[in-house]
């Protein structure tokens, strides 16, 4: 039986929160998130003085009164966000460790699920070599996201991705009109790195959600072993190693992944965008409540 986060007792979970953005946002009109710009809704903002060609039904005839001057009442305008969830699916991250795979299936619906609660457009990008796939097109509404969980729960996760490729060739990115979402582990030789700098560019909020095992978080190899890369097509693939693991290639290790995370954040930072790194082992409703409500993603 394939190991799954997604059930109705972890959508419940979910359903106090909402997604957020720090940014102004230049999209479409009738979601829940208040922009910069003065539109059409209930909730007050300010007042200004009329000029010609203004609405003259906006002129607030209380303050002509007081002032003999016509001003004119301003209202908030809410926007409907464009979420876009990319999700990795190359071997390294669910093929020989089903918990892993499922935690980063878990939280791509998660963040979905929080998506179309607030009336938002979402899609998922199923990232494979060097391509990412749109199975189920712009979902709008709960309906269509829990038809499309029905898919999503039984992804296989295999080969190698390319982040840079399935990211930037994205025909779907828009322009300063919402969040995207890359969950990943991040071990790879791909450039993510200029993923980050496209969506930058686009004017897209960016949230870099690295997944880890606890093995990957603290390895307990010890001794001779022979390792295994999950992306190599055969045993004589030059990836795998034979090794006689010490305190020392431990240590060396640690570091390593160290340094990964370190640069990762520090260049996710320089540009604006969140980064979290989590273990698989860690309920992701902690997440979602913890790190993300931290990093202001999160309401």
């Known amino acids: 039986m394939k190991v799954t986060q997604l059930d109705d007792a972890f959508f419940s979970r979910l359903e106090t929160l909402s997604l957020n953005l720090r940014s102004n946002l230049a999209g479409y009109f009738g979601g829940k998130h208040l922009v910069k710009t003065y539109g059409q809704t209930v909730e007050f903002a300010d007042f200004r003085e009329y000029q010609l060609g203004d609405d003259i039904r906006r002129i607030d005839w209380n303050l002509f009164s007081r002032f003999e001057k016509y001003f004119l009442r301003l209202f908030t305008d809410e926007r409907q966000m464009q979420v876009q969830v990319f999700l990795d699916l190359s071997a390294s991250v669910g093929k020989n ?3 892993k795979g499922a935690y980063a299936i878990g939280a791509a619906a998660a ?3 929080l998506a179309v609660q607030n009336m938002d457009k979402l899609t998922f990008h199923l990232m494979r070599g060097n391509v990412s796939d749109n199975p189920f ?11 499309a969980m029905s898919s999503i729960r039984e992804l296989e996760f295999e080969g190698s991705t390319d982040l840079e490729a399935c990211v930037t060739g994205c025909r779907e990115t828009g322009n300063n009109n ?13 450039d993510w790195k200029k993923a980050v700098d496209f969506l930058c560019y686009k004017k897209r909020q960016v949230l870099l959600v690295q997944v880890l095992s606890p093995e990957e978080i603290e390895p307990s190899y010890d001794g001779r072993v022979f390792l295994v890369d999950a992306e190599a097509e055969d045993l004589e693939d030059p990836r795998n190693m034979r090794l006689r693991i010490n305190p020392a290639m431990q240590q060396a290790y640690q570091e390593a992944l160290r340094d990964l995370r370190e640069d990762i954040r520090s260049y996710t930072a320089k540009r604006g965008a969140g980064y979290i790194s989590v273990s698989s082992e860690t309920p992701i409703e902690r997440v979602l409540f913890g790190e993300l409500l931290k990093s202001g993603i999160m309401s």
């Open 137 to 147: 097109g712009t979902l709008v509404g709960k309906n269509a996201f829990f038809r």
């Open 111 to 113: 963040l979905g699920f």
């Open 97 to 99: 460790d089903e918990q």
């Open 178 to 190: 919402g969040l995207t979402v890359i969950v990943s582990d991040f071990l790879t030789e791909s």
